[in-house]
């Protein structure tokens, strides 16, 4: 079941910082429960702008994933109810999630892909005591934990997780085949901290290369022209590529018309936001792909993963990626804390704060692997990646050859500096 309110055309980001104008209230009383109420999940994912394709992986997924779990019963004897809003910028964003707990009463809110929105939204919703999982969005400033020790939210892996992968398979497989790098990523404080780590990790591994580059753009913009024409002209070996909304397969084609692929090794840190529209023809072979956290062809799949990558190719003609797993993963986590408090209740209905508690330190069966939420609330999961080969029978790139990596590989631990960690890790060889 599901039911969508408020949902407006408004572009992801703008105006990030309103946010701190709309004020924390406090907890919210959660009503009596009677055994046959539904669980109502808000679910809070983009549906336009830039980000609308990573947002609508999610919620199919949450879709999916309530009617499998409703198919068998729901949680603890409730059916799950969807209820969907967007996500949009901070200040609205927030809006719309104080609407869900206050007027909806949703028992539990995820959803949210931006840490732009999901970082201010946080301490408010932590106040209002609303259980809340993100499935993209943390509560890191750059790359500091602003929030240690929530009771109540719940975030994604470290941002940095698929930058330390990037970095990691790029050495391995492309080293002593550059020597000049450049850069190109959205300006704004992730795709600057990524580029600052593969850097440092070219250091660490003693590879002397040359920044020959270096192009930063807007969130907005989707005419390449002009980067491409710099980046060719800087003559680089290798481009570490940090875009990943709409703009990444229409930089990939400008790239790919100009010559540039024939001459550099690309590094895509966040191919697997746009990879069902990476096609083949603007997508080399031998680039490196990232795949966060979901590849949909890996080895061995989970068999909800077959089941799921087949519903979706079939019903949307398309590829999922990662973001359905994070959806898939919150669901589950919070299907596992219920189940949990509940046993340790004798089956009488858990409070919020004892959901909360379960969910730390659960380990659940995710797409991508096994996934887990840590007691800092930060989630661990299981990152892919590789180099892109043609050999398939799809319209896009799969993996020559499948990198896999466990977050608690590519992510500082609870409480750690970032380039402190990133200095001193001892990292698979």
């Known amino acids: 079941m599901m039911k969508k309110r408020g949902i407006g055309r408004r572009e992801l980001l703008k105006g990030i910082g309103g946010a701190a104008a709309v004020a924390a209230i406090g907890p919210v009383a959660m009503p009596a429960i009677a055994e046959s109420a539904p669980l109502k999940v808000g679910i809070i994912a983009a549906r336009a702008g830039t980000a609308a394709y990573i947002g609508a992986n999610g919620l199919r997924a949450a879709e999916w994933t309530a009617q499998k779990i409703?198919?068998?019963?729901?949680?603890?004897?409730?059916?799950?109810?969807?209820?969907?809003?967007?996500?949009?910028?901070?200040?609205?964003?927030?809006?719309?999630?104080?609407?869900?707990?206050?007027?909806?009463?949703?028992?539990?809110?995820?959803?949210?892909?931006?840490?732009?929105?999901?970082?201010?939204?946080?301490?408010?919703?932590?106040?209002?005591?609303?259980?809340?999982?993100?499935?993209?969005?943390?509560?890191?400033?750059?790359?500091?934990?602003?929030?240690?020790?929530?009771?109540?939210?719940?975030?994604?892996?470290?941002?940095?997780?698929?930058?330390?992968?990037?970095?990691?398979?790029?050495?391995?497989?492309?080293?002593g085949q550059f020597k000049r790098i450049a850069a190109i990523s959205p300006d704004y404080s992730y795709g600057r901290n990524v580029?600052?780590?593969?850097?440092?990790?070219?250091?660490?591994?003693?590879?002397?290369?040359?920044?020959?580059?270096?192009?930063?753009?807007?969130?907005?913009?989707?005419?390449?022209?002009?980067n491409v024409a710099a980046l060719k002209a800087a003559k680089p070996d290798l481009i570490y590529c940090v875009l990943g909304n709409a703009d990444l397969p229409i930089f990939m084609r400008a790239a790919t018309s100009a010559g540039l692929t024939e001459t550099a090794k690309f590094v895509l840190v966040q191919a697997g936001h746009q990879h069902g529209q990476l096609k083949k023809p603007f997508t080399p072979q031998g680039t490196l792909l990232c795949y966060n956290t979901m590849y949909f062809a890996r080895p061995n799949p989970s068999a909800d993963q077959t089941e799921f990558v087949q519903y979706y190719m079939d019903k949307y003609k398309d590829y999922p990626h990662w973001e359905c797993d994070r959806a898939y993963f919150s669901m589950m986590l919070y299907k596992g804390g219920i189940e949990k408090a509940m046993k340790a209740k004798g089956g009488s209905w858990p409070s919020t704060e004892e959901i909360a508690a379960s969910m730390e330190g659960l380990e659940v069966e995710s797409f991508g692997g096994p996934a887990s939420m840590r007691k800092d609330h930060v989630a661990q999961e299981v990152f892919y990646g590789g180099l892109a080969t043609h050999d398939n029978n799809f319209d896009v790139c799969t993996l020559a050859k499948t990198y896999k990596f466990d977050a608690s590989v590519l992510q500082k631990p609870s409480g750690a500096d970032f380039w402190t960690w990133l200095d001193t890790a001892k990292f698979p060889a």
């Open 195 to 226: 580029w600052t780590a593969f850097k440092a990790l070219n250091k660490k591994f003693g590879i002397d290369a040359e920044v020959v580059a270096e192009q930063w753009s807007s969130f907005t913009q989707l005419d390449f022209t002009s």
């Open 70 to 175: 409703n198919a068998a019963g729901g949680i603890g004897g409730r059916k799950v109810e969807l209820v969907v809003e967007e996500e949009t910028n901070a200040k609205e964003t927030l809006e719309r999630a104080r609407r869900l707990v206050l007027q909806e009463k949703v028992d539990c809110i995820q959803g949210v892909y931006s840490t732009g929105v999901s970082l201010p939204m946080a301490p408010t919703l932590e106040d209002m005591q609303a259980l809340t999982i993100f499935w993209d969005g943390t509560t890191q400033d750059g790359v500091k934990e602003t929030m240690p020790s929530p009771k109540y939210v719940f975030k994604s892996t470290d941002n940095e997780c698929e930058a330390v992968m990037a970095s990691l398979i790029a050495i391995k497989e492309f080293n």
